[in-house]
């Protein structure tokens, strides 16, 4: 596999056996991973990537969050899409939150991204809340 220069912000909200599933997956493609803890959740996604500054202090006061998510940085295309397919392959769940850092969202905090890719979700499930390719 050839190296890559991405990254993947990860917060794991479910089982170890799960997170160990995606970190496979992660180093296989030559990603970095940056885990994040849940005092870190308040902090600007881009400031992991180098987009932002880094915060003077971590001050998250707020419940850490419920569900799983992944944040992509520098990878996109078909490199993106063999990582979304090994994670797949290796049995991480679909409905783990999965977004790139973008200029639009590099401000805002994992919280406010969780509940973007939410919206996002129910909005393409629609009404009977399932789909297959999510």
């Known amino acids: 596999m050839p190296v890559s220069r991405g990254m993947v912000l990860y917060y794991n909200a479910a089982s170890p056996k799960e997170g160990g599933k995606a970190k496979a997956v992660f180093a296989t493609?030559?990603?970095r991973?940056?885990?994040?803890?849940?005092?870190?959740?308040?902090?600007?996604v881009g400031s992991f990537t180098g987009l932002l500054p880094k915060p003077e202090a971590l001050l998250n006061e707020r419940a850490p969050l419920t569900e799983s998510i992944m944040v992509f940085s520098?990878?996109?295309g078909p490199a993106l899409d063999r990582v979304?397919?090994?994670?797949?392959?290796?049995?991480?769940?679909?409905?783990?939150?999965?977004?790139?850092?973008?200029?639009?969202n590099a401000t805002w905090d994992f919280y406010q991204l969780c509940?973007?890719?939410k919206a996002e979700r129910a909005a393409v499930e629609g009404p009977s809340g399932a789909?297959?390719?999510l």
């Not at 991973?33 to 600007?44: Q, W």
């Not at 979304?84 to 392959?89: I, K, M, P, V, W």
């Open 29 to 31: 493609h030559g990603l």
């Open 33 to 44: 991973i940056r885990a994040i803890s849940p005092e870190e959740l308040g902090c600007p």
């Open 74 to 76: 520098g990878l996109g």
């Open 84 to 104: 979304l397919s090994a994670l797949l392959r290796a049995g991480v769940p679909r409905s783990v939150y999965k977004a790139i850092v973008t200029p639009g």
């Open 115 to 117: 509940e973007e890719l």
């Open 131 to 133: 789909t297959e390719n």
